[in-house]
């Protein structure tokens, strides 16, 4: 039997989550196998954290998390332990964080454990770290953010404000976002919440450019044309922002069916807010940056390359040719784009507002706004949004039609593709494995790579 097949019927086995012991014996096997590539080896060792979302398997557990837990916990041992997701690294980032529920016998509700590692090393290899939430080395404000009720008031702020809540009043601090190592987003609430803010930290080597962007917004006429959240304040020395509070509810979650005359009236207005938003120059915005763009699909490749050697070798080809059409273009940009258009992002209210009778669209999350190519925001909303060619292409006419110029429709095609693929890589790692439909939608795209509905 070649090492080949011997490692094939191995990494069944692991992934089939067998017991402890039978790791010990296929670690063994690749001690005293000297034909066993590293690649292989590695994939062999990442199957391991497979077992993570088994209650019993804490022993499979890396040795930095182990150790991390018995320095924080002593005596006390875990009842459970559940993975719950992972979060990969930016565009110019290759670190991964890995999310657990680490549950005790004594403790109502379980700790929420971050490991975080780099994707282009092992996460066994002893140069990952770990953390309770909300502990984050990255995010020093976060501990007090959390804990102390008097943050607000503590806190030097660098324009002011009016305050909103009294000094001895219960404030409800609800969690809308935690990306580890990053950012955190908090719900702000009076008790009877009539009164609420945004509360946003980030990592302080971002503060400044999230400061510029945020400034550059507040500065440009957007504000009076669109909706979106005001910056109310900031601090330089907590690297935290202020921002009014926007009501809605996104538009991916909204239930149109059957409903084609609001469903009409967002597409309308989704265009309109479009073409104001790639209509307005913010000078002090950075370019937005191709490479940096097709290198978040390399780390993700990389990280695929561990646990799933077999898909990289069926994506690369294509990413190589997505890459070459998105950096084959504009060099200098002088249109604002949002970065980050996705329906997501796009909130509705049932309030009336004079652009959309039956309601108003506000857009939130403003962090990667750059100077751009539309057909970017483009390609991120109608991969979110839409189902079928036809009524892709009737909105890419509506958009023409508002902002009166000519879409790209190859570039466009280009992001559009590489949005699905992106998708693709990212729920792998979540889904544990490749399944027919993930394979088949890469086919698709290979297909389409070479024929564009868009054109048509």
């Not at 077992?51 to 557990?61: D, E, I, M, T, Y």
């Not at 506000?362 to 109608?382: N, Q």
């Not at 909105?395 to 790209?408: P, Q, S, T």
């Not at 570039?411 to 088949?440: M, T």
Request: proline share 7%.
């Amino acid at each position: 039997m070649d090492v080949s097949t011997r490692f094939g019927r191995l990494a069944e086995g692991l992934i089939r989550n067998q017991l402890e012991d039978t790791y010990r014996v296929n670690h063994q096997f690749l001690r005293r196998e000297p034909n066993v590539p590293p690649a292989l080896a590695e994939a062999l060792n990442i199957q391991r954290l497979q077992s993570v979302k088994h209650p019993r398997a804490q022993g499979c557990l890396p040795p930095v998390v182990q150790d991390y837990l018995r320095k924080q916990e002593r005596d006390r041992s875990p009842k459970r332990i559940e993975f719950l997701k992972e979060k990969g690294g930016s565009s110019s980032s290759s670190l991964v964080c890995l999310v657990l529920a680490v549950e005790f016998e004594d403790q109502q509700w379980p700790k929420e454990l971050i490991v975080q590692y780099s994707s282009e090393e092992s996460l066994f290899d002893g140069t990952a770290r770990c953390w309770y939430y909300p502990d984050d080395p990255h995010l020093p404000t976060l501990t007090r953010m959390v804990s102390s009720r008097s943050f607000l008031q503590d806190a030097v702020w660098e324009s002011p404000w009016k305050r909103m809540f009294l000094p001895d009043e219960e404030i409800s601090a609800k969690r809308l976002l935690y990306n580890p190592g990053r950012a955190a987003t908090f719900l702000l609430s009076s008790p009877s919440g009539d009164r609420k803010l945004i509360l946003k930290a980030v990592r302080p080597d971002m503060f400044a450019e999230c400061l510029n962007k945020a400034q550059g917004l507040s500065q440009s006429q957007l504000h009076d044309r669109i909706s979106f959240p005001r910056l109310i304040s900031y601090s330089s020395r907590e690297h935290v922002f202020l921002y009014e509070y926007a009501p809605g509810r996104r538009i991916d979650k909204l239930r149109l069916a059957g409903m084609s005359e609001l469903r009409s009236a967002l597409l309308d207005e989704v265009a309109r807010t479009l073409q104001e938003i790639h209509r307005t120059t913010i000078p002090i915005l950075p370019q937005w940056n191709p490479l940096r763009e097709v290198a978040r699909m390399r780390h993700l490749l990389r990280r695929l390359e561990i646990s799933h050697p077999a898909i990289p070798f069926i994506i690369a080809p294509l990413l190589d040719q997505l890459s070459g059409r998105l950096t084959d273009g504009v060099d200098f940009h002088t249109k604002t784009i949002h970065n980050s258009f996705s329906p997501k992002h796009i909130l509705y209210e049932a309030a009336g507002s004079p652009s959309l009778r039956l309601g108003r669209l506000t857009i939130i999350d403003w962090d990667s706004l750059v100077l751009g190519p539309p057909e970017k925001d483009l390609a991120c909303f109608l991969s979110g949004f839409f189902q079928g060619s036809e009524e892709i292409q009737s909105f890419i006419r509506l958009y023409e039609w508002r902002a009166n110029c000519k879409v790209n429709r190859g570039l466009l095609h280009g992001f559009f593709q590489y949005r699905r693929l992106l998708k693709i890589c990212r729920s792998i790692p979540k889904d544990g494995d490749a399944d027919e439909r993930s394979i088949n939608a890469v086919k698709e795209i290979a297909d389409q790579l070479e024929h564009n509905p868009l054109m048509e």
